[in-house]
């Protein structure tokens, strides 16, 4: 149940249906959910361990702030343990995993094409995924999940046909290198990949730095984005 509870509010929060700031009212969300307070209150912590909730004593809990100086670090988690893991699949899949590819493919091309970024989205995460499940890379998963939550909660502020387009070519440039079994081509590509999202999504911070808990921050900075 409590496993649930998460999921749903995690969803609810990533895909801004959950506003960052929006306050969370455990009784309502009770009643909403159908569930007792129990699974809210251990949902509300785990989701405060992750970042996408604070929960202040005496102030009530809210949808923490996107904070690009977490955004960096997640960014670095991806970054190098995706690439790692197509070192790990290059020369290791099966026949299956491309055919899970190609069918990805063509889904995000289609979904693209009607401009549709909810379902988009969530082709785009089985993408990544299927790497993983194949290889049964679980604990890594698990870690570039906790990453991925925060990431594509600030994703979405940037998500355009624009962007949806750049991502089937840099998608498709990652396939063409597990296609080629070559790891240099499939692990340079899926760094370009994560680095062109971040840099746009760093560019939108420092022009709306107000969105952001530490974009005033930031927007000050001299960004140092990419890192190599």
Known sequence: MTV????TLRDAIVTLALPPGAMLDKSALCTQLGVSRFPVSEALARLADEG????APQRGTTVSLVKIADVREYMLIRKGLESEALRVL???HDAEVIDSL???MAAQREAA????????HGIDVDFHDIIFRCM???KVKSIIDRARANLDRARRLIITPRRLAHTIDEHQAIFDGILAADTAMAMAAIRAHIDAVMVELFAFAQ???ELFADGADFAAETNDFPFG
């Not at 649930?4 to 999921?7: A, F, L, Q």
């Not at 996408?52 to 929960?55: E, F, N, Q, T």
């Not at 094409?113 to 988009?120: E, G, P, Q």
């Open 4 to 7: 649930d509870v998460t999921n």
């Open 136 to 138: 049964r890379l679980t």
């Open 90 to 92: 290059i020369g290791r």
């Open 52 to 55: 996408l909730v604070d929960i």
């Open 207 to 209: 022009e709306h730095p």
């Open 113 to 120: 094409s009607r401009d549709d970024a909810d379902t988009f």
């Open 102 to 104: 190609h069918a990805n």
